[in-house]
């Protein structure tokens, strides 16, 4: 299945994922971590990132949509499912695929930080360059992009092209 041009190739993604894995290893040296992944577009950053950190790590999903229309987030985010797992305490890293506007990430931070965790850091694979980003802090960021609209390797348009190997940007005549 072909999606407009490669933006980000396997290979680059998967040493940007091994570097960034092994930098949390450091910085969390002697803790364990909770890693959350926010379904649907992390899982496949989050399971890639995973075998890059040695650490005793457990693992949590939460599933979030964000009204909008399908390439442009309103920022009302509903939350589809929780974590399973109490977070009081401990250290978390959420795992995203991608901040655009970061409403859905600033507003899933401001939720989880009121669980009162140890800590709460983001990792995600892109930064999209966005004028209308509200601040959020990424301590993981793999790749800063433009303003154009991606799939693969998790991200979608309508539910499709998740399982791309690469990120890929959508040209008009694909859609
Ligand atoms: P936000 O604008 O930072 O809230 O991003 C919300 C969500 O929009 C992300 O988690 C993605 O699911 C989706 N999204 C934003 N930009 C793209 C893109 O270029 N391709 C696919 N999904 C995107
Ligand atoms: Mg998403």
């Given at each position: 299945m072909e999606a407009g041009r490669v933006l980000i190739g396997e290979e680059e993604i998967a040493a940007r994922l091994r570097e960034m894995g092994e930098q949390i290893t450091r910085d969390y040296e002697g803790e364990a971590l909770l890693v959350v992944g926010v379904l649907r577009g992390a899982f496949m950053v989050m399971a890639d990132l995973a075998r890059h950190i040695r650490l005793p790590v457990e693992f949590d999903f939460m599933a979030v949509s964000s009204y909008g229309s399908a390439t442009k987030?309103?920022?009302?985010?509903?939350?589809l499912k929780d974590l399973?797992?109490?977070?009081?305490g401990r250290h978390v890293l959420l795992v995203e695929d991608i901040v655009d506007s970061g409403l859905t990430i600033d507003y899933l931070l401001k939720t989880l930080r009121l669980r009162r965790p140890a800590s709460i850091e983001l990792a995600t694979l892109l930064v999209k360059e966005n004028m209308q980003r509200v601040p959020v802090e990424v301590r993981y960021a793999g790749f800063e992009i433009g303003p154009e609209f991606v799939v693969g390797y998790g991200l979608d348009f309508d539910q499709l092209y998740?399982?791309?190997p690469y990120i890929g940007v959508l040209e008009q005549h694909s859609l």
């Open positions: 987030t309103s920022g009302v985010v509903r939350i399973d797992e109490e977070i009081a998740r399982n791309l």
